[in-house]
């Protein structure tokens, strides 16, 4: 069994905008083992 | 045991007949011989499956990316009748089991699929089938949710298969090199992934904050209501920050599945579909083995935008039990021959609202058949 997650969130807002800027990044790589709870990604709250 | 006690008791009388003392000796020995076999057997094929995950694990420390390539086993499967296998395996898994005997069957499945036995909630002698056992709760605060508000965590124990953004035309997911699935088939053509026509493409690349931002500040149910799925999802693709990641829950592995963030859940909707088997080979030789399985997909919205998650069956892990919808059953007996049958969908009261749930909340299971 498989579960997939598709999901929107927060991208790097690039020269267009010069202030601040959150991201999202993925903490996980391909073959790691993960337990539920632990995290995916992680963003920077601008 | 049966068949051990009647070899014993036919013994004596065969031998007080005296003339085919022999051959009632040759088929008490028939019996414990062909157990032997068949323990060897499975010995033998558990001992192949380790060797060759070992060998796949090797090869992907290694960075050996696996390649696409179908073979004749994948093209058997589609003649078997999967989901009849998977009903009976899962009628057989659900037999309640003598006390005596439970421990030892659950050990025996922890050590051929690598369970954590000390993890289980409650003890062994209290699971009354394999199937109960399975889909085990864990002890109390054996998985402690990632508390860093500006994290998603993972809805389930497993192996990370795939991840990354969803970009170019179709918003194409690789289920391996050589072989991509799109994210719209997965999830369904009238889902709500948030994707522009190819003709807008060129005119988002230059504003394309301004779409990402208005998409998030309209009203996300508003958007995807008044204007009709119209759009050809071949051409079309993602917005910017639409992300994916693909996660396989090995059969010893804990089967229950949590919210990945505070979401509200709008719409369910479920797929019948087959019931190929999920592995790791089975990704590579089964073209579109994700938009093949039946799948049950939820779909809603969380702080950042949009949030789907799909939850896809396999032969021994057919029917999937949804906790926000008791009432949903999948897994069910097929009554048409074609498997291409438009998914059914539900849309959770209140409209626009509809389910909440919080980060680590328990959402659903995978049950055995």
């Known amino acids: 069994s498989t579960v997939v997650l598709v999901f929107q969130a927060p991208i790097s807002e690039s020269s267009a905008h010069q202030g601040s800027s959150s991201e999202f990044r993925f903490c996980i790589k391909r073959g790691d083992r993960i337990r539920m709870g632990e995290a995916l990604g992680r963003w920077k709250d601008s | ?369």
């Open chain 2, 1 to 369: 045991t049966t068949l051990l006690r009647k070899g014993q008791r036919a013994q004596p009388r065969a031998s007080a007949a005296g003339s085919n003392g022999s051959s009632s000796q040759g088929n008490s020995f028939l019996v414990p011989g062909a157990t032997v076999a068949t323990i060897l057997m499975l010995g033998a094929l558990h001992a192949r499956r380790l060797y060759d995950d070992k060998k796949i694990e090797e090869a992907r420390t290694k960075g050996v990316e696996f390649e696409f390539h179908p073979d004749v086993k994948a093209r058997f499967l589609r003649l078997l009748p999967l989901r009849s296998i998977s009903r009976f395996w899962g009628s057989m898994t659900g037999m309640e089991l003598p006390v005596w005997l439970r421990p030892h069957v659950y050990k025996a499945w922890a050590r051929a699929f690598h369970s954590n036995l000390e993890e289980a909630q409650l003890p062994l002698e209290e699971y009354a089938s394999l199937r109960d056992f399975f889909v085990r709760r864990l002890k109390e605060g054996l998985r402690p949710i990632e508390s860093d508000s500006c994290c998603l965590v993972s809805p389930v124990d497993g192996t990370v298969m795939r991840f990354g953004e969803l970009r170019g035309p179709g918003a194409m997911i690789e289920q391996v090199k050589g072989c991509s699935y799109s994210a719209s088939s997965l999830l369904g053509a009238n889902s709500f992934l948030p994707m522009i026509a190819a003709g807008e493409a060129n005119e988002e690349r230059g504003g394309e904050e301004n779409t990402v931002t208005d998409a998030t500040q309209k009203s996300w149910w508003r958007i995807s209501f008044a204007s009709p799925k119209v759009r050809d999802t071949e051409s079309s693709r993602p917005l910017k920050g639409l992300f994916y990641c693909v996660i396989y829950l090995k059969p010893g592995d804990y089967h229950r599945i949590h919210s990945p963030v505070d979401w509200s859940v709008l719409l369910r909707r479920h797929f019948t579909g087959h019931l190929f088997p999920m592995n790791e080979r089975a990704t590579r030789t089964i073209r579109n083995l994700y938009v093949e399985n039946e799948r049950v997909v939820l779909e809603g919205q969380w702080q950042e935008g949009y949030m789907a998650m799909a939850a896809i069956g396999a032969t021994n892990i057919g029917s999937i039990e949804l906790f926000i919808e008791p009432t949903l059953r999948t897994n069910n007996p097929q009554k048409k021959l074609l498997q291409s049958e438009p998914p059914e969908e539900r849309v959770y009261e209140p409209e626009g609202t509809g389910v909440l749930l919080k980060k680590g909340d328990e959402i659903a299971a995978f049950n055995m058949g």
